[in-house]
Every structure is written in C-alpha cells, then in structure tokens.
C-alpha cells in the first residue's frame, strides 16, 4: 500500500516557475513507477511526466524542455521542476504510482494504481 501526498503548488505568473512534491509512503516505494499528471477545469486529466525507480523518464510533448521530473529515493520523495510556465499550466497537478510496469513507462492515468489528492497551480498572465 502507498500514500502520496503532493505540495509545492501555488499562484505564479507566467515565465516563473514552480517545484511539486510527491511525499510517498510505505517500504517499497523507491521501486514505484512515478507519473505527474494534471487536469484542468472542464478537461481531462492528462499526463505529464513519469519516473522509474532507476531515473528513467518520459514526458509529455508540451512540457519537454520546460519540465523535469526527479525522484531521490532515500527520502522517498518525487518532485516536478515546473520553469517558463504559461497559462495553459493552470491545473490540479496530481501525483501517482505503480509497482510495475513494462518497458516503456506507462502514460495513461488508468496504469496507475495509487493517486495523490492533487495540488493547484495557477499562471497569471
């Protein structure tokens, strides 16, 4: 059984930048797929990046370059590096988790297994 709990978000204006955290629990969470995901209002929830254990990723095409996911297992912790934010970076940013997967990180929100509460990130233009 894992718990995450996300943190970090906030109110920023855009070109500034923001650092999410995903506080995960339980022995064995340093082996747990890692995915950032985010649903805006009226919208789906639609993923953002992911981590493996060992500190592979993958991203979504909108935040390459601009996002980098990161993970120190010792502390148990997953965070989001969010810079030169925009607008259309205004969501609930959710954090989940997966004790496997094959050998491409899953992307889809229904591969994950455990979910975060969400935190809100707001860009002011």
């Known amino acids: 059984q894992v718990q995450l709990v996300e943190s970090g978000g906030g109110l920023v204006q855009a070109g500034e930048s923001l650092r999410l955290s995903c506080a995960g629990s339980?022995?064995?969470?340093?082996?747990?797929?890692v995915g950032w995901f985010r649903q805006a209002q009226g919208k789906e929830r639609e993923f953002v990046a992911a981590i493996r254990w060992s500190g592979d990723t993958t991203y979504t095409d909108f935040v390459k370059g601009r996002f980098t996911i990161s993970r120190d297992n010792a502390k148990k912790m997953v965070y989001l590096q969010m810079n030169s934010l925009k607008a259309e970076d205004t969501a609930v940013y959710f954090c989940a988790a997966i004790l496997r997967s094959g050998s491409s990180l899953p992307t889809s929100a229904r591969s994950y297994s455990y979910w975060g509460q969400g935190t809100q990130v707001t860009v002011s233009s």
């Open positions: 339980g022995r064995t969470f340093s082996s747990y797929v």
